[in-house]
């Protein structure tokens, strides 16, 4: 499920069954570590750094909260260096009593001027999961 805003920003909330990121993982900062270990792998990623990572509660649950600063290299031939800054936030959710897992995330300009962090921490605060 994805939320966009007007400045073209958008928020995604992903889920599936809790079984299969349960093999992998045995918790939800394994799952949050892994997704943020792609994302500075990712070939138009530079200069990753983690701002911040805090656990949450949803009821029972435990979630994983990230927040994260990389400059996004722009790609292809006329490119020349150019880098475009970038934040990203992201939950992470296993969810017991309704066996699903839950992520949400987002990928921000550096300039909003902490938009996205308010945004975000609503979105977090009211999230239920059963």
Same mark, same amino acid.
């Given at each position: ?6 400045? $073209? ?16 993982? $045995? ?18 990623? $530079? ?62 300009p550096r300039s909003d ?18």
């Amino acid at each position: 499920m994805s939320f966009q805003f007007p400045d $073209k920003v958008r928020i995604f909330l992903t889920w599936g069954e809790l079984e299969k990121v349960s093999k992998r993982f $045995k918790s939800t900062e394994e799952h949050a570590e892994y997704s943020l270990n792609a994302m500075q792998k990712g070939k138009n990623v $530079k200069n990753f750094e983690r701002v911040s990572r805090d656990s949450m509660a949803s009821r029972h649950d435990k979630g994983t909260v990230n927040k994260v600063r990389f400059d996004e290299m722009a790609s292809g031939p006329f490119a020349r260096g150019k880098a475009t800054p970038r934040e990203a936030h992201s939950m992470h959710v296993h969810c017991e009593n309704s066996k699903r897992y839950f992520v949400l995330y987002t990928m921000t300009p550096r300039s909003d001027e902490g938009r996205y962090d308010k945004i975000m921490a609503e979105m977090r605060d009211s999230f239920k999961c059963h």
